[in-house]
């Protein structure tokens, strides 16, 4: 590239190259002792490996498993780099190389190719929002040679290294990545520490991932995502388990290794234990909302939301998930996750000033509420949203809102939601439900903050997130989204809890992150 802007002055060169039955799942290859095999119980049944395809923390867990990442957050969310040996940027910071490590294979033994990074660049640009955005910018984007590819720019990407890390742009071979983003991938023919074992997958039963010999690790020690994904287990077998007694039952008698999220009535059975032992592994735990249609009447109305938030006491909703046990929760919780870069003091006071259901009452009635039914709809079957449900109802019942209270399955829950039109017919008011911490840390992912209809104000300050040049910066743009986000709630935060896992004793090397991962476990006779 011509001129002195486009030099490549700036440089970065990184080292380094569940069973109740033994029946539902194959039992371990001759030879294969029982140490090299981890039998878990996940806390869902596993419909797509596609994370691009699903939101759900389980189709990110088999994803993290089978494919790699060109970047990959650490444990502070900085992005290192994962399978990229090195990359440049230019002074403009409108192009940037890449070069990817040597000896990166994919499962069944090819090459990984910079084409293939191409194209799976391109199949996350279509559905991803860091992705879009990059999308929006691009120039052009191309393979130089079998190991590099460019992205020339029309404009700088500060974000750019965050989005490759941070959400689902992982690395597949080009004929699988031409698949469109609207379509799950059926061929998962990975470039991760794990191989995929669709030959034993028995959807709603069992999955099974299985040591992947090509895969060449990083040399750094791992660091959530980022690191050394060393696989020192052949097998990782997954058996579902709806029924949370059985999980842990399962897990007491040894026929389990491991339990995800087991439900906190259930926790006292294992304390105690010698055996067993219990660890919040996800350093960012569950942020928690009550959902609101501001699409509609009555909640159309600013003053009436925010009438909610001198009543809500996010204390209550916590303990009604996880117990009274401190360390397992946080209140005085805002729009952005506590400790994460996003995270501001400003307009705090709405949640951390002194509770009132008499000030509360007071805004309902300033507000111009008229007494119109309030439709909170409940998921009975997901443990969170049933907890906390009862809580919210009792709250708005008490600063005077008729509430229509409606059980029903989280299917059904999200259904409705996300009806074309739902919304502005007024189908439902209300809901809580719980997403996982790491997408509450940046403006980006987290999606509610937009509301259920569009809000030009919170999306230009979006756009100067994406554009500011500084974290410190970033920061600035975070706090005045929450300002607002206080002034025009399209939720009422309840706070952040965390969920142990409960293991086996024998199981150790676990490395913390929002979703299980498999590298680095060992497992003793």
Request: proline fraction near 7%.
């Amino acid at each position: 590239m011509p001129g002195s802007a486009n030099a490549f002055p700036r440089r970065a060169l990184l080292g380094g190259a569940a069973l109740a039955s033994t029946g539902f799942l194959h039992r371990p290859a001759l030879g294969q002792s029982a140490a090299s095999t981890l039998r878990l119980v996940p806390h869902a049944n596993l419909h797509t490996l596609d994370s691009l395809q699903s939101s759900a923390l389980i189709a990110l867990t088999a994803a993290m498993a089978i494919w790699d990442q060109l970047f990959a957050l650490d444990s502070k969310l900085v992005p290192q780099p994962q399978m990229v040996e090195s990359y440049e940027i230019s002074n403009d910071r409108l192009h940037w190389r890449f070069r990817l490590r040597e000896g990166l294979l994919f499962h069944d033994g090819e090459k990984v190719r910079a084409a293939d990074c191409v194209a799976s660049i391109n199949r996350w640009a279509q559905r991803d929002l860091f992705g879009r955005r990059l999308a929006a910018q691009l120039q052009e984007m191309r393979a130089v040679d079998d190991r590099a590819f460019e992205i020339r720019l029309k404009a700088p990407y500060n974000q750019l290294l965050y989005g490759f890390g941070a959400t689902s742009c992982f690395i597949m071979p080009e004929r699988v990545a031409a698949t469109p983003a609207s379509a799950a991938v059926t061929d998962f023919t990975g470039s991760g520490p794990f191989i995929f074992k669709q030959d034993e997958w028995v959807a709603g039963a069992s999955a099974v991932f299985a040591r992947n010999p090509r895969y060449v690790p990083r040399q750094e020690k791992p660091d959530m995502w980022a690191g050394g994904k060393v696989a020192k287990l052949e097998r990782i077998e997954w058996k579902i388990m709806p029924d949370p007694a059985t999980a842990i039952a399962a897990l007491q008698t040894g026929e389990v290794d491991w339990l995800e999220r087991p439900l906190a009535d259930l926790l006292p059975t294992i304390r105690g234990r010698r055996d067993l032992q219990m660890q919040a592994l996800d350093p960012f735990g569950f942020w928690s909302e009550l959902r609101l249609n501001v699409s509609a009447a009555p909640f159309d109305n600013p003053a009436l939301r925010r009438a909610l938030l001198p009543a809500t006491v996010q204390g209550d909703y916590m303990q009604s998930i996880v117990g009274i046990e401190p360390s397992l929760y946080r209140d005085d919780v805002g729009f952005f996750l506590p400790g994460s870069p996003a995270a501001s003091p400003t307009g705090m006071e709405a949640i951390t000033g002194p509770r009132s259901v008499e000030r509360a009452r007071q805004l309902v009635k300033q507000s111009g509420y008229k007494g119109e039914t309030i439709i909170q709809m409940a998921a009975t079957d997901l443990a969170s949203a049933a907890a906390m449900s009862p809580v919210a109802r009792q709250m708005m019942q008490e600063i005077g809102l008729t509430v229509d209270y409606q059980s029903l399955d989280w299917g059904s829950v999200s259904s409705r939601a996300l009806a074309a039109g739902a919304a502005e017919r007024g189908t439902w008011h209300a809901y809580c439900v719980a997403w996982g911490g790491l997408w509450i840390t940046n403006p980006v992912s987290h999606l509610h903050l937009y509301g259920t209809s569009p809000n030009p104000r919170m999306e230009a300050l979006r756009d100067s997130w994406f554009s500011a040049p500084s974290a410190e910066e970033q920061r600035g743009v975070a706090g005045q989204m929450q300002e607002l986000a206080f002034q025009e709630p399209p939720v009422i935060p309840l706070g952040q809890y965390f969920i142990p896992n409960a293991f086996n004793r024998k199981v150790t090397g676990m490395v913390p992150s929002p979703v299980s991962l498999f590298w680095n476990i060992e497992k003793s006779a």
